[in-house]
């Protein structure tokens, strides 16, 4: 079956601009998560859905980060005022519950210049 | 303050032999634990998992041992193969958040 997949692959974006990240989950899965990834470092928690509500967001750094699952499925990361240091991979995953394993997407490279 | 650190970032085996990857955390409310393997622009890939209530789960050639009074787990690789060249993560939960450690990039040399 198909996998978790994220749109765009790859981002460029000029400092100050707003960007949009895509996730589509694995089909069924009600938790959704996502991740930044920096060079070197393993991935670092962002969000976390149940459902349609964010169940916790306390990684968010700041309030330039949103992300919405609008009908418990499809999520998108917002991004408003981009920085150079928000440069980073960014992974989406999901998984069919609590205490059960999360399957990643292939992440978003962004680049903010 | 990172509560899963991975201390070696790199690992190089002979095909055949054994890989030994090691892990440790610091929160002891962590209640499940993961290894994922990654390749090169792609996204991290679910290998094996463990519960608290065991210190032992084995999958074919991937075991992982979990010692909790030492906060520390391992997930050994045997024989190793250069198919398993790659970084490896280990990751831990304990309140539906995902802790990763930093990687272990793995070499297995034909």
């Known amino acids: 079956g198909a996998g978790v997949s994220q749109t765009p692959s790859n981002k460029v974006t000029e400092k100050g601009k707003y960007v949009e990240l895509r996730c589509d989950p694995i089909?069924?899965?009600?938790?959704l998560y996502w991740y930044r990834q920096s060079l070197g470092q393993g991935p670092e928690f962002l969000i976390y859905f149940q459902g349609t509500g964010a169940a916790d967001d306390s990684g968010l750094p700041n309030d330039r980060f949103f992300a919405v699952r609008p009908e418990g499925s499809v999520s998108t990361l917002k991004i408003q005022r981009t920085e150079r240091g928000d440069s980073a991979v960014y992974l989406c995953?999901?998984?069919?519950?609590?205490?059960?394993?999360?399957?990643f997407g292939p992440g978003t490279r962004l680049t903010v210049t | 303050d990172q509560q899963v650190k991975q201390n070696s970032p790199s690992l190089s085996v002979q095909e055949g032999r054994i890989s030994i990857l090691n892990c440790d955390y610091t929160?002891?409310?962590?209640?499940?634990f993961l290894w994922y393997k990654k390749y090169p622009a792609e996204g991290p890939t679910f290998l094996i998992s463990i519960s608290s209530i065991k210190d032992k789960n084995e999958d074919g050639r991937f075991t992982v041992f979990l010692n909790k009074s030492a906060k520390h787990l391992s997930l050994h690789i045997v024989p190793s193969q250069p198919g398993d060249s790659a970084v490896y993560f280990c990751a831990a939960s304990g309140d539906n958040k995902f802790y990763f450690g930093s990687g272990t990039k793995l070499n297995v040399k034909p």
């Open positions: 089909s069924g899965h009600t938790a």
């Open positions: 995953a999901s998984s069919a519950g609590t205490g059960a394993p999360q399957y």
């Open positions: 929160n002891s409310m962590f209640d499940y």
